[in-house]
């Protein structure tokens, strides 16, 4: 899920500019929406896409401001149409969810595919979901996996678990399990709740990693907090296979630090 944080940015033009943005994006990212808005206002008016896409995103969110879906819908659309991929990438969520207006998915998935080709690693990782899903667009399991691994190497874990699901269901892939156990690893690490669900599934199995039972417990329970469905069909039978004493002890260590 995307990160308050996550839809602003800054994007430096000069020095007395990209001073402004950074004192508001630390006032943003720290709650202090008033500051922020008082600094993007002026820049954004004066035409600063990212700015504008800032404050289309409090808009949109009832960040500092009352939640207005037509006002959000009209900065966003001028930093989109100014090509700033922050923008694109936030009038797509509006368009997608249909926040103040009907969905309108296919303009949605034409916004995240530019601010994809931008390098903007959440746009990346929603355009890879819509191309392995193929309900707005056509399916491509090879784009899907293309995009998923742009988004991976910007961090996002939601991309790292969709190339483990590839490559376990063979999307555009040979099969290849120990590939999907190694990216379900990196996204449960990185706190991705169903990433943590398949890594757990995979060690109860004993499929593309050695069985490891009390682990596979851990981050099964630690899927289920996180809000993963994927972990319920593992829960029982993976505490089945434990003693008492392994099931305390995997119950302990799922509220600490992540399991070795």
């Known amino acids: 899920m995307m990160r308050i944080a996550d839809l602003f940015t800054r994007k430096p033009k000069t020095d007395k500019v990209a001073e402004a943005m950074q004192i508001a994006l630390d006032a ?37 401001v009352e939640r207005d879906a037509d006002l959000a819908r009209r900065w966003l ?35 995240y595919a530019l601010a ?16 392995l899903e193929g309900d707005v667009i056509p399916a491509d399991p090879v784009a899907a996996q ?11 874990a ?22 999907a156990v190694s990216w379900w690893k990196r996204a449960a690490e990185a706190g991705d709740a169903d990433g943590q669900a398949m890594l757990g599934a995979a060690l109860h199995l004993g499929t593309g990693a050695r069985r490891d039972p009390v682990t596979a417990l851990v981050w099964l329970l630690r899927a289920e907090t996180g809000g993963s469905r994927l972990a319920a069909p593992f829960l ?11 099931r305390l002890t995997a119950e302990a260590v ?7």
């Open 28 to 64: 943003a990212r720290a709650g202090d929406y008033a500051t922020a808005l008082s600094v993007w206002e002026p820049l954004a008016r004066d035409g600063n896409a990212r700015a504008q896409s800032n404050i289309g995103a409090c808009f949109a969110g009832g960040l500092g």
């Open 77 to 111: 659309a001028l930093s989109a149409e100014a090509g700033d991929s922050s923008g694109q990438r936030n009038l797509a969520s509006l368009l997608f969810n249909g926040l103040g207006t009907e969905p309108d998915l296919a303009e949605a998935a034409r916004l």
């Open 146 to 156: 293309y995009w998923a691994l742009k988004a991976a190497e910007g961090g996002v």
């Open 158 to 179: 939601a991309a790292m678990t969709r190339l483990g699901m590839i490559h376990h269901n063979a999307l555009g892939v040979p099969r290849d399990a120990q590939h």
């Open 254 to 260: 799922a509220g600490k630090a992540d399991p070795r």
């Open 116 to 131: 994809a080709e931008q390098g903007d690693a959440q746009a990346q990782d929603m355009l890879s979901w819509m191309l």
């Open 236 to 246: 029982k039978a993976a505490r089945d296979a434990l003693t008492d004493d392994q």
